[in-house]
């Protein structure tokens, strides 16, 4: 795994990218990033839930979130970027969701209790963190328990070709913040497999040389 990139640049380059990213995001991983999206919200958000999108960035799953909980539920969307979380606020205005609410904050240390979430999602947000397992668990903490964490991820393609090409890709668009987003391939298993958290969903789906890998992963009760 590339070393993340400092806490400058990552949050220089997100701010530079935040009004563009959407696009962008789709451009690069030709869609698939949508279908990561919507198959974590709907393996496990339910009306009437309290959500957490953690890295939600501009906000896509948390819109969809908002959608399924309705006005019983509500969605907290947490990022660490303000530039990011602007254009979530806009994008949840012009559709008239006023049940999503909007916090700067690090997913290291999420600003809330124990046992809070009914579900915790997290859509390509580990994929720039120097530590993802560390964050993972994080996310576990604030789930109530039984409830479900759903986490999309950039992985290594399983094929030898393909993964040698993406290592090669990577590296390259590496050297460039602005196309990467300081996001890599990571993986959060060895941490989830070290809990007590059941993996409830591991499938890896999209473009064979840059695959997502979709965890839904239920906390013990
Ligand atoms: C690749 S984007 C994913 C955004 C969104 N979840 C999506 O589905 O498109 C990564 C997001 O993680 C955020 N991020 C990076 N490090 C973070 C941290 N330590 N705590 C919270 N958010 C972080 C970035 O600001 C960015 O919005």
């Known amino acids: ?3 993340a990139l400092d806490h400058h640049t990552l949050l220089k380059t997100y701010r530079k990218k935040a009004k563009h990213y959407d696009f962008y995001h789709r451009t690069v991983t030709i869609g698939s990033d949508q279908k990561g999206r919507e198959m974590i919200v709907e393996k496990t958000v339910k009306p009437g839930d309290i959500v957490l999108d953690a ?14 909980v309705g006005n019983n539920g509500k969605v907290v969307l947490l990022d660490l970027s303000t530039y990011m979380l602007d254009v979530a606020k806009k994008k949840a205005k012009e559709a ?10 690090d997913m290291y240390e999420l600003p809330f209790e124990d046992n809070h979430f009914d579900v915790v999602l997290s859509s390509y947000s580990t994929c720039p963190l120097q530590d993802p397992g560390k964050a993972t668990l ?8 039984g409830a479900l964490l759903g986490i ?15 290592r090669k890709v990577e590296r ?11 996001c890599r391939a990571v993986e959060v298993l060895p941490a989830l497999k070290k809990t007590t958290a059941t993996i409830r969903l591991n499938k890896k789906i999209g473009f064979p040389l840059w ?6 992963v239920q906390k013990l009760k």
């Open 1 to 3: 795994m590339l070393k």
């Open 55 to 68: 890295g939600g960035g501009t906000g896509t799953s948390a819109l969809m979130a908002a959608h399924v």
């Open 96 to 105: 008239s969701f006023d049940n999503i609410e909007f916090i700067e904050g």
């Open 138 to 145: 994080e996310m576990l903490r604030v789930l109530k328990p």
């Open 152 to 166: 999309a991820h950039s992985t290594v393609p399983d094929n030898k070709l393909m993964k040698w090409i993406a």
């Open 172 to 182: 390259l668009i590496w050297l460039f913040p602005a196309l990467s987003l300081g």
């Open 211 to 216: 695959p997502f890998r979709i965890l839904i």
